[in-house]
C-alpha cells in the first residue's frame, strides 16, 4: 500500500505542477470544464445583476441605418457628446486615431461636458513609433499610488499605443486602455487591473471609471510577480493571477442598452448615469465571445468589470486552495483500500467527484468564491485509478502465492506449462540433456538436534528462500527440497541456452547469498553455515512421474546421481563446489577451475575427473596453478614431489584440497600401489 501512496505523491507533484505552470493543452480542458461555475450560475438563476447606474449607449444597427456606417463624422459625435453631458461620466471604447473633420468642435464638446473618459489602446507592434507628445498627454491618466516592493515587476508592458489626435485627447477629463484578453481557448473570463507602458502604469477603463466615480485613487502594490494587492479606498479589490479580475458575468439581455441615434434624438434620460459608449453591431465586429453568450460585444466587459466594481461583486480567487486538494486525495486511499467490493469503493469514488465538484460550483454561485476543481479532479481520479491498478495487481500476486503453494506438489515452471497445455498434465518423460545441482548445508543434521524446531524450520526457510530465487532467476527449475538440501535442474522443462554456464553462475552466487546470511545467523542464532555444491551435466530421463492420483515432474538417471554424489565429495576435499569434467568442458573459459582429482564415485567403476569452481581472483589463480602441478606429479606417480607441493599450499594458503592430497600422498608413500592409475575410489557417497 505505502508504494501506491508514493506513487500518488509524485501524481500530485506532477498534477500541482500542470496547475502552476498552466500548459496550453491542459488550460483548454480546464477551463472549458470549470465553466460549469457559470452554468450553475445560469440554471440557479444567480448571474450578476448590473448596477441601475450604468447605460451603454450603443452604436447598433438602428443607429447605423440611420447615421451611416461607422465611424461618424466628428460634428455627429460632438452632438452626441453634448447630449451626454449630465451623465455623471462618459466613457468611450472608441478612438479617435485620426484627423477628420469636425475634431474642433468635437473637442470642445468634449472639453465642455467635463465627463468624458477617451479610450486607447495598447499594441505589441505597430508600423509607427510612439511619439514623446503621445506619452505626455497620457500623462494624467497615469496611476500613482503604487508601490513597489520588487526592483522589477512583473506586469505586462505594452511598447506601443493608439491613441486619439491630440487636440480631442487633451480635451478629455482622462483616458484610459481599453485592451482586453481572452484565455488560452479564445473566451473572456478576466479584466486586466492596469498594464504598463513606457514606466508608468495605467488602470483599465474600468477602474479608470471607477476612481472618478468614488474620488478615490487605485493602490497598486507591485512584486516581479505582479500585483500582490489592489484597492480603492477601504475597498480591496480580489486581484487574480496577479493582473486580472474574474468576472462575475452578466447575462447581455440584463445589461441596459440604449441606441445612440434615440441619445441624438432627446429621447433618453442620461443624467447621473455612468455611460459606455461603444458598439454593438454585428458588422463593426467589436465581439468577445465568454463562456455564456459568443457574441459579446467588447464594450460590454467594461460594462460587467465596472458594476462588479459597484455592487462589490467580483469573484474572489481562491486558487491557492489546490496546493491542498490536489493532494488530498492521498489521504482517501486508506479509506477506498478498506472496501472490499469494487462497486463500494466505485460508489464512495463518484460520492467524492461530486463532493469536488458540487462544494466550489455552490461557492461560485452562492459566495462568489473561485475554487478550482479540475485538477484536484484529476488527481482524485488518478488515486482511484492507481489503486483499483494495485488492488488487481496485489489480487494477481495473491493468485500467484496460492500457486506458490501449489508448488509443493509440482513446480512453478510445470505449473505454468500445464496451465497453457493442459494436454500435458499425463505421465511420461523424454531424454534431454540437462544440468543437474546439488547443494547440501554441512553438518546440519547434527546441528539441529540442539535447535529447537520453531528455529530450526525459520533458518530453513530463510535459506531456501533466496536460493531458491538465485536458481529461477538463473533459469533453473526447482525440482525438490530434501530435508536441508536443494535439487536443481537446468534446461528443463522447457530449453535454456548455456545451462551448465547457468547452473556454475547459480552456485557462486548461492555462495555469495550465504555470507549475507550469515551474517544475520551469527547476530540472531550463533549459527554459521556452509554448503556444498555438485554439479553435472548428461542426458537424463526427464518428465512426470508417479501415479495418475500424484506425480511430480523430475529428473532421473546417472547424470542426477553423479551430482548428488559430487556434493557430497566436497566433505572429502573440504571444497564448496564440485562439477564434474563433463560440465567443465562448457564453462572451461568462463570460470575460474581447478582440476581436483580423478574419482572412481561410490556405486561407479568409470573414474570422473572433478574440478573445483572457484571465485575469481589473483590469489586464487595462483593456488589453482601449484595445485595443477603438484596434481600432475601425483598422476604420475610421484608421490614425493607432489607431496611437497600440496604442504606447501597448507602451509602458506591453508587450502583445503591439498590437505587431504597431502595426506593421500603420505599414505600411498608409505604404501605404495601395485597398479597405479590415478584413480582414486570413493568409499563415502
Not at 504598463?196 to 472618478?212: I, N
Request: net charge negative; charged share 25%; proline share 5%.
Amino acid at each position: 500500500m505505502h508504494k501506491v501512496v508514493i506513487f500518488n505523491l509524485f501524481l500530485a507533484l506532477f498534477i500541482l505542477t500542470l496547475f502552476h505552470f498552466r500548459p496550453i493543452f491542459a488550460e483548454a480542458i480546464r477551463l472549458r470544464f470549470e465553466d460549469l461555475t457559470y452554468y450553475s450560475q445560469h440554471i440557479l438563476g444567480k448571474q450578476h445583476k448590473p448596477h441601475h447606474n450604468l447605460v451603454v449607449v450603443a452604436v447598433d444597427e438602428k443607429s447605423v441605418n440611420e447615421l451611416g456606417r461607422w465611424p461618424w463624422n466628428r460634428e455627429i459625435m460632438a452632438r452626441l457628446v453634448e447630449k451626454m453631458s449630465v451623465a455623471e461620466l462618459v466613457a468611450f471604447d472608441v478612438v479617435f486615431s485620426e484627423p477628420s473633420e469636425g475634431d474642433q468642435k468635437l473637442a470642445e464638446a468634449i472639453e465642455s461636458s467635463g465627463n468624458v473618459v477617451l479610450g486607447f489602446f495598447f499594441r505589441r507592434d505597430a508600423t509607427q513609433s510612439v511619439f514623446e507628445e503621445q506619452v505626455d498627454y497620457l500623462r494624467n491618466s497615469e496611476l500613482l499610488r503604487v508601490k513597489k516592493v520588487d526592483q522589477r515587476v512583473g506586469l505586462k508592458e505594452f511598447p506601443f499605443v493608439e491613441v486619439s489626435i491630440p487636440i480631442i485627447a487633451n480635451s478629455a477629463l482622462m483616458q484610459a486602455p481599453f485592451n482586453s484578453e481572452p484565455d488560452t481557448d479564445g473566451l473572456y473570463r478576466t479584466y486586466p487591473i492596469a498594464y504598463m507602458f513606457h514606466g508608468s502604469l495605467f488602470p483599465s477603463m474600468a477602474f479608470q471609471v471607477y476612481r472618478l466615480y468614488k474620488n478615490e485613487d487605485l493602490e497598486l502594490i507591485l512584486s516581479r510577480k505582479g500585483i500582490e494587492k489592489a484597492s480603492v479606498g477601504e475597498m480591496e479589490i480580489p486581484v487574480f493571477r496577479n493582473s486580472y479580475v474574474l468576472l462575475n458575468l452578466t447575462e447581455p439581455k440584463d445589461i441596459k442598452v440604449v441606441s445612440a441615434v434615440d441619445v441624438l434624438k432627446g429621447e433618453v434620460n442620461l443624467e447621473r448615469k455612468i455611460v459606455f459608449f461603444g458598439a454593438t453591431e454585428i458588422g463593426i465586429y467589436d465581439m468577445r465571445p465568454t463562456p455564456i453568450d459568443v457574441s459579446t460585444p467588447g464594450v460590454f466587459l467594461h460594462y460587467i468589470a465596472l458594476s462588479n466594481l459597484l455592487k462589490g461583486e467580483l469573484i474572489r480567487d481562491f486558487s491557492w486552495s489546490a496546493y491542498i486538494t490536489i493532494p488530498a486525495p492521498i489521504l482517501f486511499l486508506p479509506l477506498f483500500s478498506k472496501l472490499k467490493r469494487l462497486r463500494n469503493r466505485a460508489i464512495v469514488f463518484f460520492i467524492f467527484v461530486l463532493i469536488f465538484i458540487i462544494i466550489p460550483l455552490l461557492s461560485f454561485v452562492y459566495f462568489r468564491t473561485y475554487i478550482p476543481f479540475f485538477y484536484p479532479l484529476i488527481s482524485l481520479s488518478l488515486s482511484y485509478i492507481s489503486l483499483e491498478a494495485y488492488l488487481y495487481y496485489a489480487s494477481e500476486k495473491r493468485i500467484a502465492e496460492l500457486r506458490k503453494a501449489f508448488s509443493s506438489y509440482v513446480s512453478p515452471q510445470l505449473l505454468e506449462i500445464i496451465l497453457k497445455n493442459p494436454e500435458r498434465l499425463r505421465l511420461g518423460g523424454e531424454r534431454r540433456q540437462v544440468t543437474v545441482l546439488f547443494s547440501d548445508i554441512r553438518g546440519f543434521t547434527t546441528m539441529s538436534e540442539s535447535m529447537e524446531p520453531e528455529v530450526l524450520v525459520a533458518v530453513l526457510n530463510r535459506y531456501f528462500e533466496p536460493m531458491t530465487y538465485i536458481i529461477l532467476e538463473e533459469g533453473g527449475m526447482l525440482d525438490k527440497y530434501i530435508g536441508d538440501a536443494i535439487m536443481a535442474v537446468f534446461n528443463a522443462p522447457v530449453d535454456l541456452p548455456e545451462h551448465p554456464v547457468k547452473a556454475c553462475m547459480a552456485a557462486l552466487r548461492m555462495l555469495e547469498k550465504l555470507k549475507e546470511l550469515n551474517t544475520i545467523f551469527m547476530e540472531e542464532y550463533k549459527l554459521n553455515l556452509s554448503i556444498g555444491v555438485g554439479i553435472n551435466t548428461g542426458y537424463a530421463v526427464v518428465g512426470n512421474v508417479g501415479s495418475n492420483l500424484r506425480f511430480d515432474y523430475t529428473a532421473m538417471g546417472d547424470t542426477v546421481n553423479l551430482a548428488s554424489r559430487l556434493e557430497g565429495l566436497n566433505k572429502l576435499y573440504k571444497t564448496n563446489i564440485i562439477i564434474s569434467e563433463y560440465t567443465a568442458e562448457y564453462v572451461i573459459d568462463k570460470f575460474l577451475l581447478r582440476p581436483l582429482d580423478k574419482v572412481a564415485v561410490k556405486g561407479k567403476k568409470k573414474p570422473v575427473l572433478l574440478y573445483e569452481l572457484m571465485e575469481d581472483g589473483t590469489i586464487n589463480r595462483l593456488i589453482a596453478k601449484l595445485y595443477e602441478r603438484s596434481l600432475e606429479e601425483y598422476f604420475k606417480g610421484n608421490f614425493e614431489e607432489a607431496m611437497i607441493g600440496f604442504e606447501n599450499l597448507v602451509i602458506t594458503y591453508n587450502d583445503g584440497p591439498s590437505s587431504t592430497m597431502l595426506e593421500r600422498c603420505r599414505t600411498l608413500i608409505i604404501e605404495p600401489p601395485t597398479h597405479w592409475e590415478g584413480v582414486y575410489v570413493a568409499k563415502e557417497k
